[in-house]
């Protein structure tokens, strides 16, 4: 397994964030015919906050960002990027697993959306996510919280 690790993110990070956005998204972005190049790194530095906010480090350099962030019903998973060139080798999928559970221990429901097509909705899939609704762009995920481990007696 590849040595991985989050930390809160802070407002420096916001650079490579946003141009890390603008790499993966783009082969999605451009198969939905939608791909901006200045549109794709605005709706990030619009929308970027810290406080909610990890950055994904491997072996101690960036290598992506998550953010999960408190909504009335729900928390949003939202900006979850990772570098091309790490995807495959399971740090996505520990990084979710790590955020969920801690939605889990607070009985908190997830909600995001992923580009219609993306290969990432089948690893949202894997995770217990379930389509809720869909427009020619996004398709609206829910994740409800699971259920605690049974105690022992």
Request: charged share 30%; proline share 9%.
């Amino acid at each position: 397994m590849v040595d991985w690790d989050i930390r809160p993110a802070t407002r420096a990070d916001l650079e490579p964030v946003v141009e890390l956005r603008a790499v993966v998204m783009r082969p999605d972005l451009e198969r939905l015919g939608r791909y901006d190049e200045h549109r794709v790194r605005q709706r990030l530095r619009d929308r970027f906050e810290p406080a909610h906010t990890w950055i994904i480090e491997v072996d101690g350099a960036f290598a992506g960002c998550v953010a999960l962030r408190p909504a009335e019903d729900a928390h949003w998973l939202e900006h979850f990027l990772l570098d091309p060139r790490l995807q495959g080798r399971g740090i996505g999928s520990a990084v979710l697993r790590e955020l969920l559970g801690r939605c889990d221990r607070a009985g908190v429901p997830v909600r995001l959306n992923v580009l219609q097509g993306s290969p990432a909705r089948r690893l949202y899939e894997r995770f217990g996510f379930e389509p809720q609704s869909e427009d020619p762009v996004d398709v609206f995920m829910l994740r409800a919280p699971a259920p605690a481990p049974a105690r022992k007696p």
